[in-house]
């Protein structure tokens, strides 16, 4: 069983996305803050997945997606934005994410963002 | 034979005789031939036959030739000539060297210098040498060749009788040949036979040379018209044929052993006795025939001289009838002449003692009488006079006979000269003559004068002397002439002022030949002055001036300090004249060269007001210029410059008017005059467009019936206009024609000039701005819309995807499905199947259902809001806006709520669609978002409304010039005004809570408007239905 690295500034974001995601049977690891984030996996965290709001008190999610890249290049990364202006940068396509991997908030239905975390963790 | 058929004669014989030539040449060509390639055909006829020898063949060339180039008569060219004369002088050559060997014996090479004859030949008796009689034919024509247009006399003409002689030879081996007697062909041992081809050649040629020249000679004889001709033509070859014919048939006869030598000879003699008879008698019938002729031509010819004889004795006799006459009349006419004398004798006696001036003149043309009033008209006194010739030195500048010298001399034909038709016989002196002639060199401007003359006969009848007597006419003339010129000149006054349609150049000119008309003047010229008299611009020059004139580039404008003595009229603000222009000037300053020679000049200063407004001069009149003339171009020059002026002053009128006119017609706005009554005056173009009505159906009538816009306004139009208070920017709506709801700002104006009371109304159209400022107030609201939601977006999309995902969370983890659930229940010992059972039936999951699903409307509201701040990502391209309209309609009928709570199926759906409609660049699914919008709309309208009506919905596409028409009509309840301005606003529901988001028309609009640059609106009343109606353009701007 892999990790899921969850980053949302919401708690309430964050305790319900996560308690879905261990309904799900995922281990999920909760970060409030990029920085929070970055520690995490500092600290020896080796999390599949990192599901990621954009908006961020600190760095932004733009950025903590580079800094963990970074540092743990196999990191499959979600984003999960209340904006609905958002669109993908093309920094962050070239470490492969697409379109698929972007989700707006609000979701009245978790299923498709949790089928596709599981498929990333499936090797 | 008259001369045509005689040149036809003559043409005849040149024909033949150009034939000859070209015969003969062609005869010795053919033997060269024969000769070259050895045909015996050619050379010899027949086998047994002499041949005709190469030299001979030679010889027949250059004759023919020779013949062929010396034909024309006379000759040509010089070269043809010569060229001639030595073709025939090389045949003479040759016939010439053959007969010295004959009489010398001694070869001389030519006979086979150009080919061997055969040893074998016959009847030769040197090979290859022509048959002597030929080279003497040879010799003779060449010589008549050469002396071809040789010949001293008339008849004598040596060529002639060559050719004749050269005949003579040729004929004898001719016949031989003919009768086939050999010792007639020539041959000897000692001399070569004429082969039979060259006796016929030598006819031929002979008789070529013979017509040659048929003007000279004895030819002239043959070819002329007259018996002798025809004789000669007809007898000569007749006698040959005949005598050559007898000749065979005696041989013939004889060879025959029809009769003996002797006994044929007497026989013959007879025949040829008969024929020849029988020709004198025909010839003797033809002279007969002439003398006949000739004698009734003689007889006519008498016949026509005693006629004549007569005619002259007529003559003769009315000659000396008309002498008889004569005689008498000159008798009467001396007893005339007497008692003319005598009643002369009496009015001499008057004449001295009469006030008239008069002056007598003796035989000899000496002055016996000078009275005193003639004194004191040419101021010459009688001492100086009397006894001399000098009479004229009073009347005329040169020495010429006066009209009394010309009486006495009884001259008619010198008076015409002298005095033309001015001069008449006197209607009261009988045998005097009078006449009026202009005097110029006496008093000081001339002098017209009325004069008469008359003889004066002594006693015994003689013409003793001459009278004549002057009358001084001038101040009558002056007058005539003075009443003529204001005649014309008001004459042209008046057709210039009549000249309506005329250009004002067209005036001048016409004022300008009537000035040159009036003033007898050759040139004349028009200049227009400036403002401060500085500048003089030339106008007009009369039609003669331009003719002559050959100034290259003329220039128009003059400086008046530049120019020279036809500046004078300015500076010296007065008529100038200058009759002798000739004479030296310092005011002159010289002419251009090619300029109008000018002899006489005149010019004056137009005046207004003081003002010289113009210059007018005329040039070279054959009299000197005077005061009349100056006072008939002033006053022709003034008139013109008043007609002018008027003419100028209604152009400005009348341009001032159309200018107005057009301002006030090319108002957008509609302008009517009314007077104080409200009755209109005033109807500019906009008007007429508004209404339909022309000025012409509305001038008079009332304003408030002819403008139905202004129902509602009239009372405070008229208030307006009572109280003289303007009315400004009262804006108002009413319907038109087709009811559509128009806006208008109205004004009233009252007018306050002189004279004009009432008021002008204005009215403008102001609609389309309305809606314009309507539409930017949607636009307004939305962007704000648009910018709020953008930032509230993300605040609010955040808590709720809390509640959402709670909701999500809290089915889950209540349901039975999820293994988790069972083990924590069955740790707390709870039956989670209970639990499930409460939540349902206390109707928690219910509340958890309807939180989602508020929470995604909520979601939606906060999407939509976006859609008006976020940029255009659109993809524009070419859509098929009735293909866009059914799928709207497909997507429509199967959408859930319209099908389940309106019952879209009943509703009937009318499509009227333009066929061939181009496609509109435009975003396909923005597009369809709109009308489906719009669909819904109006299917959600017609369930409101009364169920005895049957809902229908119109969808309607129309091309306009550059857009695309989309109506979405319903025939639902309608909106009412309050309504319907608000219809676009974002928020604005008249739907019951939850049932709409307030945005969709506005999004709708805002897809429009923003996206696509198109327009949309509402025209709906209650109970009308409402329609929608959006404008695309075809291609998207910018």
Redesign the interface.
């Known amino acids: 069983m892999r990790t899921v690295l969850l980053v949302d500034d919401e708690i309430t974001v964050r305790t319900t996305l996560g308690a879905y995601l261990e309904d799900d049977g995922l281990n999920v690891l909760c970060a409030a803050s990029a920085e929070e984030a970055i520690a995490s996996l500092d600290r020896g965290c080796r999390p599949g997945v990192c599901i990621m709001d954009m908006r961020l008190p600190g760095m932004d999610g733009h950025d903590a997606i580079l800094a963990l890249h970074a540092r743990l290049p196999e990191l499959h990364f979600l984003i999960h934005t209340g904006s609905l202006s958002y669109g993908l940068t093309d920094d962050l396509r070239a470490i492969g994410i697409t379109e698929k991997a972007l989700f707006r908030k609000p979701l009245s239905d978790l299923r498709p963002l949790t089928d596709l975390v599981r498929a990333l963790l499936t090797p | 034979m008259n001369r045509a058929s005689q040149d036809k004669l003559i043409q005849r014989f040149r024909i033949v005789s150009r034939g000859a030539g070209m015969i003969v040449a062609l005869v010795g060509g053919m033997v060269l031939i024969g000769w070259v390639g050895d045909i015996t055909e050619l050379t010899n006829i027949l086998p047994d036959y002499v041949a005709m020898k190469a030299n001979t063949a030679i010889a027949f060339l250059l004759s023919g030739i020779a013949l062929w180039l010396l034909r024309e008569d006379p000759p040509t060219t010089p070269l043809r000539t010569t060229m001639g004369r030595a073709c025939a002088l090389l045949a003479l050559m040759l016939g010439l060297l053959t007969l010295a060997e004959y009489v010398s014996n001694i070869p001389l090479g030519i006979d086979e210098a150009l080919f061997r004859d055969s040893q074998s030949a016959v009847q030769t008796s040197h090979p290859g040498r022509m048959a002597p009689n030929s080279a003497a034919n040879f010799v003779l024509l060449g010589l008549a060749l050469l002396l071809a247009d040789f010949g001293h006399t008339r008849w004598f003409r040596p060529s002639e009788f060559l050719a004749l002689t050269a005949f003579g030879i040729a004929m004898l081996p001719f016949t031989g040949y003919l009768y086939g007697v050999s010792s007639l062909v020539g041959y000897t041992h000692r001399y070569t036979a004429m082969a039979i081809h060259t006796s016929a050649a030598f006819l031929v040629l002979s008789t070529g040379i013979l017509f040659m020249r048929t003007n000279r000679g004895w030819m002239q004889l043959v070819t002329s018209g007259g018996a002798a001709g025809l004789i000669m033509r007809l007898l000569f070859p007749l006698t040959v044929i005949m005598l050559v014919v007898l000749g065979w048939l005696r041989l013939a006869g004889e060879q025959a052993g029809f009769y003996t030598s002797e006994s044929g000879t007497s026989v013959f003699v007879l025949i040829r006795i008969v024929l020849i008879g029988a020709i004198i008698a025909g010839v003797a019938r033809v002279v007969h025939h002439l003398e006949r002729v000739r004698d009734a031509a003689q007889e006519d010819l008498e016949r026509a001289n005693r006629g004549l004889e007569q005619r002259v004795q007529q003559r003769t006799r009315e000659v000396e009838e008309s002498n008889r006459a004569l005689v008498e009349e000159v008798q009467h006419r001396a007893r005339v002449e007497q008692a003319l004398r005598e009643s002369e004798s009496r009015l001499q006696a008057i004449l001295h003692g009469s006030p008239v001036a008069q002056f007598v003149i003796d035989r000899d043309h000496s002055v016996i009488s000078w009275n005193r009033p003639l004194e004191e008209y040419t101021g010459i006194k009688a001492e100086t006079m009397l006894g001399t010739s000098q009479q004229w030195r009073a009347f005329y500048p040169s020495e010429r006979p006066c009209l009394a010298d010309l009486l006495l001399e009884g001259e008619r034909e010198q008076m015409r000269q002298w005095y033309g038709s001015k001069v008449t016989p006197s209607e009261l002196v009988e045998g005097a003559y009078e006449a009026t002639d202009f005097f110029p060199n006496l008093g000081d401007a001339g002098r017209w004068l009325y004069f008469m003359a008359a003889v004066i006969r002594g006693p015994e009848g003689d013409v003793i002397g001459a009278v004549e007597t002057l009358r001084d006419i001038t101040d009558r003339k002056r007058a005539e002439e003075a009443r003529y010129l204001d005649e014309q000149r008001l004459d042209a006054l008046l057709r210039l002022n009549q000249m309506t349609r005329a250009s004002m150049k067209e005036l001048t000119d016409f004022a300008l030949e009537e000035a040159v008309r009036l003033t007898k003047s050759k040139i004349g010229y028009l200049a227009f002055m400036n403002e401060d008299e500085s500048v003089l611009t030339m106008y007009s020059w009369s039609r003669s001036a331009m003719s002559q004139c050959t100034v290259q580039e003329k220039p128009i404008v003059y400086p008046v300090r530049d120019t020279g003595l036809w500046g004078e009229a300015v500076r010296q603000r007065r008529p100038v004249i200058t009759n002798d222009y000739t004479v030296p000037s310092p005011l002159k300053k010289g002419f251009p060269e090619g300029h109008v020679p000018i002899l006489r000049h005149m010019n004056i200063p137009v005046m207004d007001e003081g003002r010289i407004v113009a210059v007018a001069g005329v040039g070279n009149k054959d009299e000197p210029y005077d005061e009349s003339d100056t006072r008939q171009l002033t006053l022709l020059m003034e008139g013109m410059w008043r007609i002018l002026q008027r003419r100028r002053t209604e152009d400005a009128i009348r341009h001032m008017r159309a200018y107005l006119q057009n301002v006030v017609n090319s108002m957008p706005s509609v302008l009517v005059g009314i007077d104080l009554d409200g009755a209109v005056t005033h109807w500019n173009r906009e008007a007429a467009r508004l209404t339909g009505m022309e000025e012409a159906d509305v001038k008079g009538r009332d304003f408030g019936d002819v403008l139905p816009q202004l129902q509602g306004q009239l009372e405070k139009v008229r208030a307006a206009i009572r109280e003289g208070q303007a009315l400004e920017n009262e804006r108002f709506g009413a319907r038109n024609s087709e009811q559509d709801m128009r806006f208008y700002d109205l004004m009233v104006y009252p007018l306050i000039a002189n004279g004009t009371q009432g008021a002008v109304l204005r009215l403008d159209d102001v609609t389309s701005r309305v809606q314009i400022e309507e539409m930017m107030v949607q636009t307004e609201k939305m962007m704000s819309v648009g910018g709020l939601a953008?930032g509230m977006?993300?605040?609010?999309?955040?808590?709720?995807?809390?509640?959402?995902?709670?909701c999500?969370?809290i089915e889950?983890?209540t349901s039975l499905d999820?293994a988790?659930n069972v083990e924590v229940a069955q740790a707390l010992g709870i039956d989670l199947g209970l639990v499930h059972q409460y939540l349902r039936e206390r109707g928690i999951l219910e509340f958890v259902a309807g939180i989602?699903s508020d929470?995604?409307r909520a979601?939606r509201i906060?999407?939509d809001m976006?859609a008006f701040?976020?940029r255009s990502t659109s993809q524009m391209a070419s859509v098929d806006l009735g293909e866009a309209v059914e799928t709207v309609l497909r997507l429509a009928a199967n959408d859930y709520d319209l099908k389940k709570q309106y019952d879209f199926r009943n509703i009937q759906i009318v499509r009227d669609f333009e066929s061939n409609l181009p496609p509109v660049q435009c975003d396909k699914t923005k597009i369809e978002q709109v009308l489906l919008n719009l669909v819904k709309n109006a299917a959600q309208a017609l369930a409101t409304r009364d169920k005895t009506i049957a809902p229908v919905i119109t969808v309607r596409l129309a091309r306009e010039p550059r857009h695309l028409r989309i109506e979405v009509s319903d025939n639902g309840p309608g909106m009412d005004e309050t309504i319907r301005r608000r219809a676009f606003e974002p928020f604005f529901t008249t739907k019951e809570v939850g049932v709409g988001t307030g945005l969709g028309l506005s999004v709708s609009y805002f897809i429009i408007t923003r996206q696509h640059k198109g327009t949309m609106s509402v025209e709906s009343g209650p109970g009308e239905g409402s329609r929608f109606i959006i404008r695309l353009p075809f291609r998207a701007e910018g």
């Open positions: 953008a977006a993300h605040e609010i999309n955040n808590p709720l995807g809390g509640i959402l995902q709670a999500q969370n889950r983890r999820l988790k989602r929470g995604a979601a906060v999407s976006l701040s976020r």
